[in-house]
């Protein structure tokens, strides 16, 4: 493996770049272990505790007072990073954004309703509904093969 060090006077923060000439298990791996997050798990805080958790474990992500929320089946946690990037670690095909300040868990959710006119109301795990923006109401019944 090559490994190349350029340093970059007007960067804020590091950046890696990983190039391969396919997706491998080795890639994966060394990608995770760059993203400085153990396992792939996520950082919450609440106050001065801080939990691990893995993604499946969030109903939803979502914005609330300038900080992202993420709300799981034992309480909501102040994650650190911002919906885009969440967004972009995510598994596409399970966690999708239903408005500009909310992505949902799809593994999570329990009930849909259709019937309010272009809008979709979704049910999580718990009973908590979320309401789909009416600019993602395409992207979310194409995911969902409505």
Same mark, same amino acid.
């Given at each position: ?8 006077p007007?960067?804020?923060? %590091?950046?890696?770049v990983?190039e391969? &000439? ?8 060394l &990608?995770k272990?760059l993203?400085g997050? %153990?396992? $792939?798990l996520?950082?919450?805080r +609440?106050g001065e505790?801080?939990?691990?958790? %893995? %993604? ?8 609330e007072? /300038?900080?992202?929320k &993420?709300?799981? #089946?034992?309480?909501?946690w ?10 972009e +670690? ?16 799809? /593994?999570?959710?329990t $009930? ?5 006119? #272009?809008t ?6 718990? $009973?908590?509904?979320?309401y789909v923006?009416r600019r993602?109401? /395409?992207?979310? /019944? ?5």
């Open positions: 493996m090559k490994v190349e060090i350029r340093i970059v007007d960067r804020k923060e %590091p950046a890696v990983i391969a &000439a396919e997706r491998t298990s080795e890639v994966e791996a &990608a272990a993203s997050r %153990p396992g $792939g996520l950082t919450g +609440q505790r801080a939990v691990f958790f %893995p %993604p499946e474990e969030v109903l939803r992500f979502y914005g007072q /300038k900080l992202v &993420a709300q799981t #089946g034992t309480g909501v102040t994650v650190d990073q911002r919906l885009y990037e969440l967004e +670690q995510l598994d596409r095909h399970t966690f999708v954004r239903i408005s500009h300040s909310e992505i949902v868990n799809l /593994k999570k959710v $009930g849909l309703d259709l019937s309010l006119t #272009g979709i109301c979704m049910t999580l795990e718990g $009973g908590t509904t979320v923006s993602y109401v /395409k992207k979310i /019944k194409e995911a969902l093969d409505l």
